[in-house]
């Protein structure tokens, strides 16, 4: 009797002290509130939704993504990362010009002039995001380049040099500065808005990525200009303190894919090469033609957009922009 008394002391205290748990108990599945700031099947957001698609196959019983939508039938695009930052989301897929409303330091996302790889390497991403942290973002990676911006045109409003005066533009925050400054009135849109201004007559033309552009803005599109300047990068950014909730094994598989995408999307690489020379074929077989300025009014047109920008950038942000210029740009 004395020894079965023993006996249930014992296995009383070892499940009370928790020892019967020899290996621990794997962590749950989490579940993330994810958005784009672009449409949902509009071609700038396909490639995040077919981002998180991967992530919720590889990571079935460690972390998933629930995509609720995109801008604007959640809301304007301009605000996405910022109710993100604030907890109504938990991950989203964005180009910096919907976010620099929060971090006035992401335009340099896309003017940057090395690679993602590069820009790991000699901490400008370090920087970027010790910025972006204190307004509680993480910035997890560029998962997508649509490609240069260029300037495209309605019919009867082709230019042959780096003027812009008489045009009224349809632009967002990337390329307003440049448009003006070359003499263009300049008014901002949503997507949805950019095919009824333009079939309208209301502006003569829009900038866009050359990969992003929408098929059914292509009847009111007859010129595209080159040469195209800065990046379309997309980006997945997540609320940092959810970030820093998540398990080790979830941060590094969401790491993995969306770095593995930031690879492939390297300019010179053969995948992003194929789908210029496919771009530009579509557009092509679809009426649109290219102006491509070149000599002097071809340097006039890239001068202008490098330095309208970081002029722009510098002033927004004394402290860091000059630091970030650096880090982010080839020396001249």
């Known amino acids: 009797m004395k020894t079965k008394t023993v006996f249930l002391k014992g296995i009383a205290a070892v ?20 958005v784009s700031c672009f449409p949902i099947g509009a071609p700038p957001g396909v490639p995040f939704e077919h981002l998180v698609t991967e992530i919720n196959a590889k990571g079935k019983g460690v972390i998933q993504i629930n995509l609720l939508g995109g801008a604007p039938a959640i809301g304007s695009p301009f605000q996405v990362v910022e109710r993100m930052a604030q907890g109504a989301y938990d991950i989203a897929g964005c180009p910096e010009a919907f976010f620099g409303n929060l971090v006035p330091e992401a335009p340099v996302l896309r003017l940057q002039e090395k690679t993602f790889a590069e820009l790991r390497e000699n901490g400008g991403i370090d920087y ?44 967002s925050p990337v390329y307003t500065a440049f448009f003006k400054a070359l003499g263009a009135t300049v008014q901002r849109s949503s997507m949805p808005e950019v095919y009824t201004l333009m079939e309208s007559g209301a502006v003569d033309g829009y900038g866009w990525s050359v990969r992003g552009v929408s098929p059914s803005w ?18 997945t ?31 010179s690489s053969d995948y992003a090469q194929q789908l210029d020379a496919e771009t530009f074929k579509m557009l092509e077989e679809n009426g649109i033609e290219t102006i491509t300025l070149e000599g002097e009014e071809a340097d006039k047109w890239v001068n202008a957009a490098r330095e309208t920008a970081w002029a722009e950038f510098i002033e927004q942000n004394p402290e860091t922009g000059p630091k970030l210029k650096e880090l982010f740009t080839v020396s001249d």
């Open 15 to 34: 499940i009370a002290t928790g020892a019967w748990l020899a290996t621990p108990l794997a962590a749950e599945e989490v579940t993330l509130r994810g």
């Open 128 to 171: 970027f995001q010790e910025i972006a942290g204190k307004k509680n973002v993480k910035f997890v990676g560029r998962h997508h380049d649509d490609g240069a911006f260029n300037l495209f045109l309605a019919e009867g409003k082709a230019i042959d040099k780096a003027d812009l005066t008489g045009l009224n533009l349809r632009v």
């Open 218 to 235: 292509f009847p009111v599109t007859k010129y595209r200009v080159e040469p195209g300047v800065y990046r379309a990068s997309i980006h």
């Open 237 to 267: 950014v997540a609320n940092l303190t959810k970030w820093n909730s998540l398990s080790e094994e979830a941060r590094a598989l969401v790491n993995d894919i969306v770095i593995g995408w930031e690879t492939r999307m390297e300019g």
